[in-house]
């Protein structure tokens, strides 16, 4: 790790903090007792600190390594051969996103991330792709012998994961996971491959990997190919969630809090400028577009409704978007891309470190 950070980018480390490691095993094997088991770990660790490492989760790790050489494959690949599928010539988010395009003060304020990003895949005569902006479509690909296998391979397999592990989650909230599936069928569950861009400015609040935040989705299965992950955990202190070899990393996004009342936090976590070049993926976990997202009922409360009021999954995903991506933020300017819901300059599940 770099030696001129700045104080407020530092954190614990894993040996300072205890971060959950939960064994998916038992939701593999055809025994409704493993099953309950795995479910009560996942609940805690999304109770407790809405983070964890998931091992034993299915995918072979010849399909990870695959995934990360497809990523590299793309991301050595010159700029100008890249930003031919640029994601500002889409309507529905597909493609590479340069690192310029990071948040609305570039470059006052540095992401050093750029990324491929894709979702699940929905017809050309889909209506939300129709009506353009709504994060659902067709896939776009680059000229890349077999990449389009191996990505959408891996995207299918995470994706699958996901379902099971919606399924524990509901399980361990006591809900019927019917009332969560019946909301994905073109759902918007992007998957981005990351790269964190080498460079030697010093890690500070302006200089970062990515800027401090929660998803906006159910859940995140991310993959982190080095260290520089941080999270805020229920204590919102900060600490550092380095890769384990074999796991995953499962964060709770602010879907999952709002069906739950709160009992499960939407973590918000960073990266640091660490840098070197970084590779990381993660798949959000999202929802159809038009789902109306709140307390489920055994949640509704007074309080749980008054502060999780009503959200259509996918403009949380498209306001969220248009903050963070400068073509959307021009689009809209220009009065291409028109929102008729409100951008709040900050995310609503914002929390802030303790002493930040
Ligand atoms: O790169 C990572 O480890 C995290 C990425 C992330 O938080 C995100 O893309 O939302
Ligand atoms: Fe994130």
Not at 3 to 16: G, P, V, Y
Not at 161 to 189: M, N, Q
Not at 194 to 221: M, Q, W
Not at 235 to 251: L, R, T, Y
């Amino acid at each position: 790790m770099r030696s001129n950070i700045s104080d407020d980018q530092r954190a614990l480390t894993i040996d300072d903090a205890n971060l959950p490691v939960v064994d998916l095993g038992g939701l593999f094997a055809d025994d409704a007792a493993e099953k309950a088991k795995v479910a009560a770990a996942l609940g805690d660790a999304a109770r407790t600190s809405g983070f964890f490492y998931i091992t034993n989760h299915g995918i072979p790790q010849a399909q990870i390594d695959a995934l990360f050489a497809a990523s590299k494959e793309f991301h050595e690949k010159p700029r100008r051969f890249k930003m031919k599928y640029w994601s500002g010539f889409t309507t529905h988010h597909r493609g590479y996103v340069p690192y310029e395009e990071n948040g609305a003060d570039f470059p006052k304020s540095i992401n050093f991330n750029e990324a491929w990003d894709m979702s699940y895949e929905a017809p050309e005569d889909h209506p939300d792709y129709l009506a353009g902006w709504r994060m659902t479509g067709p896939n776009i690909w680059p000229d890349i012998q077999g990449w389009r296998e191996t990505v959408s391979g891996y995207y299918d397999a995470a994706f699958n994961l996901g379902l099971r592990l919606l399924d524990a989650l509901a399980l361990e909230l006591g809900v019927d996971s019917e009332e969560l599936t019946r909301h994905i069928t073109y759902p918007t569950s992007q998957l981005r491959l990351l790269r964190y861009i080498e460079n030697d400015l010093p890690a500070t609040k302006e200089l970062v990997g990515i800027a401090a935040h929660s998803d906006f989705e159910c859940f995140t299965i991310l993959l982190t190919g080095s260290p520089g992950l941080q999270v805020m955990n229920a204590e919102d202190v900060w600490i550092e969630a380095p890769p384990i070899p074999g796991c995953f990393v499962v964060n709770i996004g602010d879907i999952f809090e709002t069906w739950s009342g709160g009992q499960f936090k939407s973590t918000q976590h960073r990266v640091t400028n660490i840098g070197t070049e970084r590779y990381s993926m993660p798949l959000f976990f999202g929802l159809d577009y038009h789902t109306v997202v709140e307390p489920l009922e055994k949640f509704r409360t007074p309080e749980t409704l008054e502060k999780y009021p009503p959200m259509k999954a996918g403009e949380h995903l498209m306001r969220m978007s248009v903050n963070a991506f400068r073509y959307m933020a021009d689009a809209r300017a220009k009065g291409d891309l028109v929102l008729d819901f409100e951008v709040p300059e900050e995310n609503p599940f914002k929390r802030e470190a303790k002493g930040a």
